[in-house]
């Protein structure tokens, strides 16, 4: 069994900051790409950002200089430091990883979800 959990979701004012956490447990042998998605009342859910195990980080063109993914493959975590927030960041953010099992299958994971308000 390979979960992720999330943390670190809440309410802030415009131009304010929060910080995400995504942590993989479980029956891991190895866990490749990691990033998160949102998605706002009646859209899609979209890609933020995404890191693989090496390589260059994407991130969507509205979160460009804002927002910063990063990773600490020991804990398997991800990470998502959002600044200048604005009420359009409002969404339920969730975390993604493709991560190889101990019976060697690879799957793609997501999280519970964490929603993020930005009051303006």
């Known amino acids: 069994q390979v979960q992720l959990v999330e943390s670190g979701g809440g309410l802030v004012q415009a131009g304010g900051s929060l910080r995400l956490s995504c942590a993989a447990s479980?029956?891991?042998?190895?866990?490749?790409?990691m990033g998160w998605y949102r998605q706002a009342p009646g859209k899609q859910r979209e890609l933020v950002a995404i890191?693989?195990?090496?390589?260059?980080?994407n991130y969507a063109d509205s979160v460009k200089g804002r927002f910063t993914i990063s990773r600490d493959n020991a804990k398997r975590t991800v990470y998502l430091q959002m600044n200048s927030l604005k009420p359009e960041d409002t969404a339920v953010y969730y975390c993604?990883?493709?991560?190889?099992?101990?019976?060697?299958?690879?799957?793609?994971?997501w999280g519970q979800g964490t929603q993020v308000t930005v009051s303006s």
């Open positions: 993604n990883a493709k991560i190889t099992n101990r019976e060697l299958r690879t799957n793609e994971y």
């Open positions: 479980g029956r891991i042998f190895s866990v490749q790409d």
């Open positions: 890191t693989p195990s090496t390589g260059i980080t």
